[in-house]
């Protein structure tokens, strides 16, 4: 059975700071992998994805993620932490040949000015 | 492209009713999906369409849950008998099969308050 780990369900980053957000996900092949962010009271929208190829992955609002397989990682990472980006951000993944994402229980990002 | 749009944003309503949620996808998608998520939660999937057909059904999926797409463009969920243990947001998200790995688009949600 598939399964998403997100570690720290609250993480707190200064201003400017790095921001790094952990998942990790068990799956018995690759599966696709995506970060969505989720604003106070509005649907999920997609930061960034991971099918096939390159393995670095950049998305919006200057994240990216980096699969590893060899630790069935796929951590988010910003050089640089705005307020704006306070949300919570949840890792997903999709079964090749499956229709449904499944979803980690989410990180909520604090930045503290 | 508007986005996936989803009526009401919130409803609330009284144990034991009914209520009804629609959901409009992005135009061209032809596949669309159910998710509830509950406080604290990831969404957890209920349902998907490819077109008008009705392809995977959740467990989580109760028999007071029903959802339809009619002519294949929009999508209602109805709860029947509606317990406390309902109250979640209810998000819709649609993809164009065979694009970019079927990449899901979310609405905004429809948060339901059961008293």
């Known amino acids: 059975a598939q399964s998403v780990t997100q570690l720290g369900s609250h993480v707190s980053v200064s201003e400017g700071a790095l921001v790094l957000l952990r998942c990790n996900y068990s799956s018995s092949v690759p599966p696709y992998l995506f970060w969505y962010v989720q604003y106070p009271n509005q649907g999920l929208q997609l930061l960034l994805k991971?099918?096939?190829?390159?393995?670095l992955v950049k998305g919006i609002n200057g994240f990216e993620a980096e699969f590893k397989k060899s630790e069935t990682s796929f951590h988010l990472t910003k050089p640089s932490a705005h307020m704006s980006d306070a949300a919570e951000y949840f890792c997903a993944v999709r079964q090749t040949g499956a229709n449904n994402l499944f979803f980690g229980t989410g990180t909520r990002l604090t930045v503290i000015p | 492209d508007t986005g996936v749009s989803q009526d009401p944003r919130h409803k609330i309503t009284k144990r034991g009713q009914n209520v009804t949620f629609r959901c409009d996808p992005i135009s061209e998608h032809n596949r669309l999906y159910w998710y509830r998520q509950t406080l604290g939660q990831g969404p957890e999937f209920l349902t998907y369409f490819q077109n008008e057909a009705q392809l995977e059904k959740s467990r989580l999926l109760s028999d007071r849950f029903s959802a339809e797409r009619p002519k294949g463009s929009f999508s209602t969920l109805e709860i029947q008998r509606t317990e406390q243990g309902d109250s979640a947001m209810y998000l819709c998200?649609?993809?164009?099969?065979?694009?970019?790995?079927?990449?899901?688009?979310f609405g905004a949600g429809t948060r339901l308050s059961v008293l």
């Open positions: 991971y099918t096939t190829g390159a393995t």
């Open positions: 998200a649609s993809s164009l099969a065979g694009q970019d790995k079927n990449i899901q688009y």
